[in-house]
């Protein structure tokens, strides 16, 4: 009843308001007695609001009561006493046709205040008129939200606040949630909808099995629909301790509601428990889960793959995290640059680099671009040794080994000039793994790109290919590499030399070999026993004993010492194919006197060969 009162008393108010903005004269007075009233004339509306909203005034012909039923602190048996006296009064000054009867006042009194709005009406037309119209419908769309939450409000006060209070006490209280509790939950009588539920859900502080255990209870209950959002609220609340008995316990939960309704499990929920498990570890529960997304009727997303292959990949399940990783490239479901990354990288720990890469080109045509480490981890990984079974665990799969590294070399196109500054670690990697494999022209070809383009070559780099063109027998060509890398201002090591004098010592170019050798004693104070070795070996090879003998005394002139490999490898030699044991003798007193022991087949050698001889002369 007291809506269209209001809703008057609102229109009067803001009709003055809005006129008064209008004119841009806001003056407010303290209240004047109901009983005074201006005569204002047409011409003096601007000084129309300069008057209190309690006061009574006139514009031309038109007279305006205020209604203090609303706006005055009196009662409005007090005011329509007031308004009747002073109506009565005005009437019977300004004219005869009023009678002075008590109908007749009160029947002027009504209409001073239908004239009121009238007048109102008249002054403030058009513009104004829309403006408070728009007003009173603003105010009357709150009061009708108001209305609405108070019903809403109403709605979900279904179950008493001490049953409440109740029924959370007691979940909080327990750790389990067993038969006893389900009896409690009877007892209490509730009154089951989405919104309470939900609301008990996410109510802080209750063990998970108690949450488990209350929505158990409430599947059971003909009452209750299962929604979506319940589902949500309680795998949010479990997956929040992360406990493992209770991530068991909500996923036979799961799997009990979406085997009865499909399309019930958001994907949200369940990337929420395939991630629990993986901070878990338990990677097959989260395959497990990862599965049931078709069975489920659930829509998987670029976060279900990613949580998938994290977990798989952290119980090292590497073959099952390639299989999700094909549906995802399969499926265009790629996460962000940052988790192509690390799938990238979880791959690649797990030797499967090729994997690996077919993720790589997959966010490449998508635009998305991993970090620049990951994309470094994975050359690395392709340009890695790989050992087959075969006959001896050290041969080396070339034909795999040649499949990967031209992936590899064909990803360093991918960098740009900026970052092939930064890239040095995977450009030495894809140039070791040339040569490895004997593809020495393409690894010659990147190093001299290297010194074009980018990144700069260092020792190792050069070190690299001179090995592999020694190792193929193109000295030429190598000779040629370490005088580009002096030419760089780089100075050849002794591993250099050493290589130089192998490849060399290998074809039988001893002299060429001795002129590297005088040139590496001319740069490097000190060589290694390692240059001493392979120039020992090439003069034995061609059975020049002598000079052989002679670089291992030498040794000792330049600060190396020969170790008892060197010295046995030498006897053998002069016994078995110069039979020469008088040499071999020496070289055994040179041995104790460096504090080195003679293995007992090296010295039963010795006595044979000597023994031959002796009786060959006698």
């Excluded at 004269?25 to 109901?34: E, G, I, K, R």
């Excluded at 073959?319 to 979880?346: F, N, P, T």
Aim: with cysteine.
């Amino acid at each position: 009843m007291w809506r269209p009162s209001s809703l008057l008393a609102r229109r009067c108010f803001f009709s003055k308001k809005t006129a008064a903005q209008k004119f841009g004269v806001t003056v407010f007075h303290s209240q004047v007695p109901n009983s005074e009233f201006l005569n204002l004339s047409v011409p003096c509306i601007e000084f129309l609001f300069h008057k209190s909203d309690f006061s009574t005034w006139e514009c031309g012909k038109s007279n305006f009561y205020p209604n203090s039923r609303f706006f005055s602190s009196n009662s409005s048996e007090d005011y329509e006493e007031e308004l009747a006296e002073s109506s009565v009064s005005e009437a019977n000054e300004g004219s005869n046709e009023v009678s002075g009867s008590a109908d007749n006042v009160f029947d002027e009194s009504t209409s001073s205040i239908s004239s009121e709005f009238e007048a109102g009406s008249s002054i403030f037309n058009d513009g104004l008129a829309a403006e408070i119209d728009d007003n009173s419908v603003r105010l009357d769309e709150k009061f009708d939200s108001f209305a609405t939450e108070d019903e809403n409000i109403e709605k979900m006060e279904e179950n008493d606040v001490e049953k409440v209070q109740s029924l959370l006490s007691l979940l909080q209280s327990s750790g389990t949630a067993d038969g006893s509790l389900e009896e409690d939950f009877e007892k209490m009588g509730l009154i089951l909808n989405e919104d309470f539920v939900v609301m008990v859900l996410e109510t802080p502080h209750v063990p998970g099995e108690s949450l488990i255990g209350f929505f158990s209870w409430v599947l059971k209950k003909s009452e209750f629909k299962v929604t979506t959002l319940a589902i949500d609220a309680l795998v949010s609340a479990i997956c929040k301790a992360n406990r493992k008995r209770e991530a068991y316990a909500l996923w036979d939960l799961v799997q009990e509601v979406g085997e009865k309704e499909t399309g019930i499990l958001s994907t949200g929920s369940l990337n929420e428990l395939i991630a629990l498990f993986s901070r878990l570890g338990k990677g097959k529960a989260a395959f497990d889960v990862f599965n049931k997304f078709g069975e489920f009727g659930s829509i998987t997303n670029a976060d279900t793959y990613y949580f998938t292959v994290e977990a798989l990949c952290k119980r090292s399940f590497f073959d099952w995290a390639c299989s999700v990783c094909e549906k995802m490239v399969h499926e265009d479901k790629l996460s962000s640059s940052e988790r192509v990354g690390k799938i990238i990288s979880h791959l690649c720990r797990g030797s499967k680099a090729k994997d690996a890469h077919s993720v790589y080109l997959s966010a490449k045509d998508k635009k998305i671009y991993p970090p620049r480490s990951s994309v470094n981890f994975l050359i690395s990984s392709l340009c890695r040794l790989r050992e087959t079974d075969k006959e001896t665990p050290t041969e080396i799969d070339k034909e795999t080994d040649r499949e990967t590294v031209l992936l590899a070399l064909e990803m360093l196109k991918d960098y740009t000039r900026e970052d092939r500054m930064y890239a040095i670690k995977p450009f030495s990697s894809v140039i070791r793994k040339l040569c490895w494999i004997e593809d020495v022209e393409r690894a010659k070809i990147l190093l001299l790109e290297m010194i074009d383009v980018g990144p700069p070559p260092g020792n190792a780099i050069f070190n690299t290919v001179i090995n592999g063109l020694a190792k193929v027998g193109d000295m030429d060509e190598a000779m040629k590499i370490m005088r580009l890398m002096e030419s760089r201002g780089l100075k050849p090591d002794v591993y250099t030399y050493s290589v130089i004098m192998s490849g060399y010592a290998k074809g039988g170019s001893m002299e060429e070999a001795c002129k590297i050798f005088d040139e590496a004693k001319k740069k490097h104070s000190k060589l290694s026993p390692v240059t001493y070795h392979t120039l020992i070996r090439g003069f034995c090879k061609l059975e020049q004993y002598d000079a052989a003998v002679n670089l291992l005394r030498e040794m000792k002139d330049y600060g190396v010492h020969p170790n008892h490999d060197e010295y046995n490898k030498l006897i053998k030699s002069l016994c078995l194919k110069a039979l020469d044991w008088e040499t071999a003798e020496k070289l055994r007193e040179e041995m104790k006197e460096c504090g080195l022991i003679l293995n007992g087949r090296t010295t039963a050698l010795i006595n044979a060969v000597k023994e031959l001889q002796e009786e060959g002369t006698s």
